[in-house]
């Protein structure tokens, strides 16, 4: 039973590039979350997301970053025009799809480092 | 909004004695979950232990168990027997009300970077 894949492992983009991270939840759970982890920092939530829905972007930055997790394929984090503050490493977490508050699992992480 | 403070930045033990971190929130709900996750040098994320805020009993899995105590919203983790694979940095996270559509977002505290010595 995979786990929660997530790709790139690692990522280098210059200021003003685009950054396109992936996650594809373990078999069976359909609910998504996505967390940034700055240096010396906690995981700091970003968004939630169900198949072809955002359930809760409260932790999300305004501009430039946009989640999604369509019906087909994985998650996708994407990031415009970054800036050297985005650099962090980027979680993603899958839970089950029903029943009760399931455990959250989560992914190897994405490292982003902007040049 | 839910906080969680982790007052301990790093904590260093020898190995096979037992440890104790700290953690404390704040929040105005009656029903909620907390967890500590492990994170080693891999970075992987890794659920040590969960707790229902509504469950009375401590939670326990092997050598770590929990001391919840619900009026001081103080969720300490306990580690019997320490041994090398330990060493980690340990998060103490927060998960308001299950709604029945999907669980919220976790919210984490800093982290305690537990060291075990030979």
């Known amino acids: 039973n995979a786990g929660v894949m997530q790709n790139p492992r690692h990522l280098v983009r210059r200021r003003g590039q685009e950054a396109r991270l992936r996650c594809s939840p373990m078999?069976?759970?359909?609910?998504v979350y996505w967390y940034r982890q700055l240096p010396e920092e906690g995981l700091k939530f970003m968004v939630y997301l169900q198949k072809e829905n955002i359930i809760d972007e409260s932790g999300m930055p305004k501009e430039r970053f946009s989640a999604e997790f369509p019906k087909e394929g994985p998650s996708i984090l994407r990031i415009q025009q970054v800036v050297r503050g985005d650099s962090a490493a980027y979680f993603c977490?899958?839970?089950?799809?029903?029943?009760?508050?399931?455990?959250?699992?989560f992914g190897p992480g994405t490292r982003l480092t902007v040049t | 909004a839910q906080t969680v403070t982790q007052s301990q930045p790093e904590m260093s033990v020898q190995e096979a004695e037992t440890v104790t971190l700290s953690c404390t929130y704040d929040?105005?709900?009656?029903?909620?979950?907390l967890f500590w996750y492990k994170q080693p040098p891999s970075r992987q994320m890794i659920l040590v232990i969960r707790q229902e805020a509504y469950k009375q009993q401590n939670a326990t899995e092997n050598r770590f168990s929990v001391n919840f105590q619900k009026a001081a919203k103080s969720f300490s983790l306990k580690i019997s027997d320490s041994q090398l694979g330990d060493t980690a940095m340990y998060f103490c996270a927060f998960m308001g009300p299950y709604s029945g559509g999907g669980a919220d977002g976790l919210t984490f505290g800093k982290g305690t970077h537990l060291i075990i010595q030979p």
């Open positions: 977490a899958s839970s089950p799809t029903s029943g009760g508050p399931y455990e959250q699992y």
């Open positions: 929040t105005s709900e009656n029903n909620y979950y």
């Open positions: 078999k069976g759970h359909s609910h």
